[in-house]
């Protein structure tokens, strides 16, 4: 059970209470005690991929922070929130709607590396506060700009029609669109007089606020608006293909395979290498000892012996030095 449980979470629970639920679901299914922490924090209010370490999966909790996300994102032109959610109250309003033309015309200025002011109402702290709580207080909350990186971000109606996940089967590796035979206009579709609401799908990297980035979206169009619906439908390597509902979650404890429906501690390095090391050079990476004359690449590994994960590296000048070590 060292590895991951990737949660389709719903609408309406916490990241803590997702966890809280794993933690049940091994209790009940009279699994050892394990450590249990999520890869990144999901709002009540968006749904999707979350990723659970199990046991010495958390070691990587911290990695999985720093990952890209891919997001589906509905804005709901007309209106800003305060939360720039629909959970908030409405601060402006515009007549104004943009066409389909005129949305796919935007989209490009916010490609690439981008400067984003965060919403008032996140957990960044000011002054040692968060934010959310001074907002909530009645507090002008004055966040500084910050760089983010979208790398890709498209209309959902370039996927054509289908219920949503399905169009998203041609999606890249890296969020990208362009290689799916569905990224592709209907042909002869006439242009809209105007848009209510439009679901885009950006991957972005760390640290990018979907919220704010559909506020300056419509802002660029010449209007306001507000995120109606958020839906993260990958986190680092995982996606909504390997994630499961609660209730099957519960299922399987209760049922004891939650190992069935868990993927390996591995899974979350799918992104690094494997570095075969010998019974010795894991006995001394076990011991937090340094290896040296080891003809790799610089860079990060996984060191490995017998498909057992041994650490988390580093290796630089023929040296490799363990990041997080496993206790496997």
Request: with cysteine.
């Amino acid at each position: 059970m060292h590895g991951w449980i990737i949660l389709d979470k719903p609408v309406g629970l916490g990241s803590t209470q997702a966890v809280s639920a794993v933690k049940r679901a091994l209790r009940e299914g009279g699994y050892p005690k394990l450590k249990v922490g999520h890869g990144g924090t999901l709002d009540p209010l968006a749904s999707g991929v979350l990723p659970v370490a199990v046991g010495e999966a958390t070691k990587l909790a911290g990695r999985m922070l720093d990952s890209d996300k891919v997001y589906a994102f509905t804005v709901r032109f007309g209106e800003e929130t305060d939360t720039l959610d629909a959970e908030g109250a409405v601060i402006a309003t515009s007549d104004v709607r943009p066409t389909s033309e005129a949305i796919e015309a935007v989209l490009p200025r916010f490609t690439g590396t981008i400067p984003q002011v965060p919403p008032a109402y996140s957990a960044l702290k000011v002054d040692g506060k968060r934010a959310y709580d001074l907002a909530r207080a009645g507090e002008e909350v004055a966040l500084a700009t910050r760089t983010v990186t979208v790398h890709a971000l498209h209309s959902s109606q370039v996927l054509g029609g289908g219920p949503f996940e399905e169009r998203l089967g041609g999606m890249a590796a890296d969020g990208s669109l362009a290689a799916s035979p569905l990224h592709q206009p209907a042909a002869g579709s006439p242009p809209r007089a105007g848009e209510d609401e439009v679901t885009l799908v950006g991957h972005v990297s760390k640290g990018t606020y979907i919220r704010s980035l559909a506020r300056d979206i419509a802002q660029a169009l010449g209007t306001v608006g507000h995120v109606t619906m958020l839906r993260r439908i990958k986190a680092g390597p995982f996606g909504l293909d390997s994630a499961i509902s609660l209730d099957k979650l519960a299922e399987a404890g209760k049922a004891r395979v939650l190992e069935d429906v868990s993927l390996p501690l591995t899974a979350g390095l799918d992104d690094i290498p494997a570095l075969p090391v010998t019974p010795d050079q894991a006995g001394l990476l076990r011991q937090g000892r340094v290896l040296v004359g080891i003809a790799v690449d610089d860079g990060q590994y996984f060191a490995c012996r017998a498909d057992v994960p041994v650490a988390l590296v580093e290796a630089q000048d023929r040296e490799v030095r363990v990041v997080r070590g496993f206790n496997l």
